[in-house]
């Protein structure tokens, strides 16, 4: 039996084509929940339901009547909310100096005051005190949450700030049958890297940083996020290092990311 049967889940960031939470929602229905994707871009969340046999519904993280909304939805479409996942996110790649305020706000409200948003109501429709039955809570972190990266400052720290919001809700809500955690995947061959992929020798130039010899993909991480999110799994308050090892290493410096461009197209 898959040991997803039976269970709910909300999947938070699924409405571009073949991006992680859309990979996390099939991995989800594969293992047998019930699964409801949720995002910005309707038209793509509808295209993925009628492929997949889901659920979808609209939602905006940086708005909290929408979140509020997406949680009330849940509970109505499928009787509750055994598992809430977090895949959104904004791979912001600039120079310290540069970041604006705007960029600052946009981000902080993407990737730090949204999931805090997200948590809040997904924990009021699982802890067990308020009619819930449990659950497990989900975020998608980052590596450089850990390591350094160059131009890459307030998505790191946005970032490393709601891994910790993740701490403090599996240390207060465990007594309510929650586990909360989040993973952390290095590069990753995702719809958000498409262009990245694209310069000669970017991607490459990771691939030394990695002692399992190549970079991520999204079903590396979403096979994680079915053990989070399975009975199997006794573990709260943690943050998985989903990267092949890079954590044990570093990533590439920008000299030495514009040498191996600088390289590739030489040879190109």
Known sequence: MPRLTGKTAIVLGASSAGNMG??????????????????RKQDVLADFATASGCLWAPCDITDEASVNALAETGVAAMGGID???????????????????????AMTALQLVGPHQFFQAM?????????????SLITISSATATIMLNDHAIYMGTKAGTDHIVRCIAHEFGQ??????????GLTDTPMNAEAKQVP????????SYPLGRWGTSEDVAAAVAFLASDECFMTGENLQINGGLTLRRN?????????????????
């Open 83 to 105: 598992i809430a996942i977090n895949a959104t996110g904004w791979g912001l790649l600039k120079p310290f100096l540069d970041v604006t305020r705007e960029e600052l706000d």
């Open 252 to 268: 590439p410096t920008r000299d030495e990311i514009n040498a191996s461009v600088a390289k590739a197209m030489s040879e190109g």
């Open 22 to 39: 859309q990979v996390i929602a099939q991995r989800l229905i594969e293992e047998g929940a019930t699964v409801l994707v949720a995002g």
């Open 123 to 135: 924990v009021r429709k699982m802890a067990t005190s308020l009619g819930g039955r449990g659950g």
């Open 176 to 185: 309510e049958g929650i586990r909360a955690n989040s993973i952390s995947p």
């Open 201 to 208: 020798g970017l991607f490459e130039s990771f691939r030394n």
